[in-house]
C-alpha cells in the first residue's frame, strides 16, 4: 500500500465537517438577527404607546385613558403593555413582543406644560 491510498475519502470528511461548522453559523446569524429585529419592534412599539399615552394627558382625558391608548397602539405594534405610569404629564411604558425569546423595551413620553398654555 502507498500512501496515497491511506488518504483516500479524507477529503470528504473535511469537507463534511466545513458544511455542518458553516450550518451551524448560519444557523446562528439568523437567530441573533431575528432576536435584533424584536428588539426594534418592542422599541418601535413602546414609542409609540409612549406618544398615545402622553396624547390622551394633554388632552385632559386622564390616566386611564392615557393606559388605554398606549395599550391599544402597543398592541396594534405587535407588542403587550406590560407596565404604563401614566400621571401628571407624563408617560412611561414597558412593552414586550414575543419572539425568539422575548424582548422589551421602555420608552417615556412628557408633555411639555408651556406647550398646554401655548397649545404648540
Given at each position: ?13 473535511l ?48 390616566d ?57
Open positions: 500500500m502507498n500512501a496515497r491510498s491511506d488518504e483516500r475519502g479524507s477529503m470528504t470528511i469537507m463534511m465537517a466545513l458544511l455542518v461548522v458553516a450550518f451551524v453559523l448560519v444557523l446562528g446569524a439568523g437567530r441573533l438577527g431575528e432576536a435584533v429585529v424584536a428588539r426594534a419592534r418592542a422599541q418601535v412599539a413602546a414609542d409609540a404607546a409612549a406618544l398615545a399615552a402622553a396624547d390622551q394627558l394633554a388632552l385632559g382625558r386622564g386611564r385613558a392615557a393606559r388605554r391608548a398606549a395599550s391599544h397602539t402597543a398592541g396594534a405594534n405587535g407588542a403587550r403593555l406590560i407596565r404604563c405610569e401614566c400621571s401628571g404629564l407624563a408617560a412611561e411604558v414597558d412593552v414586550e413582543v414575543d419572539s425568539v425569546r422575548t424582548a422589551r423595551a421602555r420608552a417615556r413620553a412628557e408633555v411639555r406644560a408651556d406647550c398646554l398654555a401655548a397649545g404648540c
